[in-house]
Structure formats: C-alpha cells, structure tokens
C-alpha cells in the first residue's frame, strides 16, 4: 500500500505558473504508475497527465487540455512525483489529485484504473 500527500496548490493569476507535488510513502515508489487528476466543482473528476517507466525510459501522457502547458514527472530518490502548470487559465480551477498504481509501464488515464489517492490540493486561477 501507499500512502499519497499533495501540496503546491494556491490561487494565482491566469498565466501564473504553480508547481505541485506527491509525496509518496513505501519502498517500492518506482514501480508504481503516478497520475493526476483534477475535479472542479459540480464536475467528475478528469485525467491531466500519467507518468510511467519501461526500464529506464520514461513515458508520459496528459489529457489535451494540459498538453504544452503542464509537464508531469517523478524523483524516485524522494518518492515524489510533481505537476509543473504554466500558463494557468480560469479553467484549471479545480482540486488536484495524485494517484498511484502498481505496476512499471503504461499510459492509464481513469480514475478506475488507480488504486490510491491523495487527499488533493486546491488550485484556483482568477482571471
């Protein structure tokens, strides 16, 4: 099991940029697949980006929405995966969630997919 804690979020100005962080608990956090999500009021809670390994290459994968302005990516070393956000919009208000789940590769983007979560942190871009 894994227990997940995010932290990062705040409000800032549309074209700020935010980085938050997933810190992860557990030896194994290398062989685990990270992900973030995001749930903005009144809304199911969507996919942003995936980040994976198949030996030593990195893959990752983000939902159009996030494609050029956020790039996900993990410190084995620190156990801690993070979402760099540039260029934040209005429509990026939401609470962000980290997820894990077992396993080295793939590009998994629902939320069923994931078995654990993270309590999520608030990002609110005022325009």
């Known amino acids: 099991q894994v227990q997940l804690v995010e932290s990062g979020g705040g409000l800032v100005q549309a074209g700020d940029s935010l980085r938050l962080s997933c810190a992860a608990s557990?030896?194994?956090?290398?062989?685990?697949?990270m992900g973030w999500f995001r749930q903005a009021p009144g809304k199911e809670r969507e996919f942003v980006a995936t980040?994976?390994?198949?030996?030593?290459?990195?893959?990752?994968y983000y939902a159009d929405s996030a494609k050029g302005r956020f790039t996900i990516s993990r410190d084995n070393a620190k156990n801690t995966v993070y979402l760099q956000m540039n260029s934040l919009k209005p429509e990026d208000t939401a609470v962000y969630y980290c997820?894990?789940?077992?396993?080295?590769?793939?590009?998994?983007?629902?939320?069923?997919?994931?078995?654990?979560w993270g309590q999520g942190t608030q990002v609110a871009v005022s325009s």
């Open positions: 997820a894990a789940r077992p396993g080295d590769y793939g590009l998994f983007s629902t939320v069923s997919e994931y078995h654990y």
């Open positions: 980040i994976s390994r198949s030996g030593v290459i990195l893959y990752t």
């Open positions: 557990g030896r194994t956090f290398s062989s685990y697949v």
